[in-house]
């Protein structure tokens, strides 16, 4: 790799507008109209959204005690253009996403399942503009990312947790007990697409079905055995695997392509995506954002080094999110940075 790499810097947006003063952000999201939506409390609860237990080896799925919250739609300047109220605010570790006529979706990342009960705990919600909660349900443990879609849809991806069992989901080793119930975890493949009614509507391949596609070695590397990156977007859903050697597109609930990387990322990258422009944030030592022509199968067309706008503080919680060309990331003072694929590809 160049020594001299030419380097890329995200642009600043905005920074979100606090929707009364001394509100605290609790996360942020950007919605499929490609403006972000927000979770804010005070900033005596807000650390009760991210409350652990077991001496701090475990997340909490809910909220102790009775929170409070502020839902609110932002513009491109970062101005607040909705502010809908949720008291007795449900889940810890919120997801925020926008829904059509002004609804929100909430999940919670973690959900139990019990075993004793047959029945899982609900950490997906819809509140309507006006903050009333209208639906609920189960999603699933383990929740990485969520991203719905204009028509109302929405998907979620998995960590590790999710995918392999955790809080009571999971296969019946290493005890077989009939007084039990088990579940399989919601997210056992990684990817998991949903309707409004929080109803599943499709899930990624397991293994087995994959073999069929792309073989036995293929089959494994494109399996999601942990958290995977991801784009979503309207027409088409693209994911890198956590093994980082295919970039998978699915359109239609059907893999339509895949091209193999070689390897050459690892760790768990950000994608995004423009027709067969390609879009690769990682990290080897320093941030490195490469660029991919896959129109006939796997081409390089640089390696750059990215460089954070002077207004955005890497060393603070971001929230990322994936949507087409364009990658977002808002930090926990609520600026707000862009990085377009089609405005840092290089004249060829």
Same mark, same amino acid.
């Given at each position: 790799m160049s020594q001299d790499m030419r380097v890329i810097t995200p642009k600043y947006q905005a920074t979100l507008e606090p929707p009364?003063?001394?509100?605290?952000?609790? /996360?942020? &999201?950007?919605?499929?109209?490609?403006? +972000?939506?927000?979770?804010?409390?005070?900033?005596?609860? #807000? =650390?009760?959204?991210?409350g652990r237990s077991n001496g701090g080896c475990t997340a909490n799925a809910y909220i102790d005690g009775i929170v409070d919250a502020l839902l609110t739609r932002h513009n491109a300047d970062g101005e607040v253009i909705q502010k809908t109220p949720i008291f007795r605010f449900p889940v810890c570790y919120p997801h925020i996403q926008s829904l059509p006529l002004g609804a929100f979706l909430i999940i919670g990342a973690r959900c139990r399942w019990h075993k004793k009960e047959n029945r899982a705990d609900h950490n997906a919600f819809i509140y309507n @503009?006006?903050?009333?909660?209208?639906?609920?349900?189960? %999603?699933?443990?383990?929740?990485? /990312?969520v991203q719905a879609l204009s028509d109302g849809t929405f998907w979620t991806s998995y960590f590790d947790e999710g995918i392999g069992g955790n809080?009571? #989901?999971?296969?019946?080793?290493?005890?077989?007990? +009939?007084?039990? =119930?088990?579940?399989? +975890?919601?997210?056992?493949?990684?990817?998991?697409? #949903?309707?409004? /009614?929080?109803? *599943?509507? #499709?899930? $990624?391949?397991?293994? /087995?079905?994959?073999? +069929?596609? @792309?073989?036995?070695?293929?089959?494994?590397?494109?399996?999601? $055995?942990?958290? &995977?990156?991801?784009?979503?977007? %309207?027409?088409?859903?693209? %994911?890198?695997? &956590?093994? &980082?050697?295919? !970039?998978?597109? !699915?359109?239609? =609930?059907? !893999?339509?392509? $895949?091209?193999?990387? *070689?390897?050459?990322?690892?760790?768990?990258?950000? %994608?995004? !995506?423009?027709?067969?422009?390609?879009l690769i944030w990682s990290w080897r030592g320093k941030p490195i954002i490469t660029l991919i022509d896959i129109s006939d199968g796997y081409r390089v067309v640089d390696n750059c080094e990215l460089r954070y706008p002077k207004e955005f503080d890497t060393d603070s919680f971001s929230s990322s999110n994936y949507i087409g060309p364009t990658i977002h990331d808002i930090d926990e003072d609520g600026v707000w940075i862009t990085l377009d694929i089609n405005d840092v590809w290089p004249d060829e």
């Open positions: 009364v003063i001394g509100a605290a952000l609790v /996360e942020a &999201s950007i919605s499929y109209d490609g403006l +972000p939506v927000a979770i804010w409390s005070t900033a005596e609860d #807000w =650390h009760k959204f991210f @503009f006006e903050g009333k909660l209208i639906r609920s349900g189960t %999603v699933g443990d383990g929740i990485e /990312e809080f009571g #989901w999971g296969s019946r080793f290493p005890i077989d007990d +009939p007084d039990l =119930h088990y579940h399989d +975890p919601i997210g056992r493949t990684g990817l998991v697409h #949903w309707n409004s /009614e929080l109803k *599943q509507i #499709w899930a $990624y391949p397991t293994m /087995e079905e994959l073999r +069929p596609r @792309f073989g036995d070695r293929g089959a494994f590397y494109a399996t999601m $055995y942990r958290s &995977s990156s991801m784009n979503f977007d %309207v027409d088409r859903t693209v %994911v890198l695997p &956590s093994t &980082s050697h295919f !970039i998978v597109t !699915i359109e239609n =609930h059907e !893999i339509t392509r $895949y091209v193999n990387t *070689q390897g050459d990322f690892k760790g768990l990258p950000s %994608v995004a !995506i423009s027709g067969d422009r390609v």
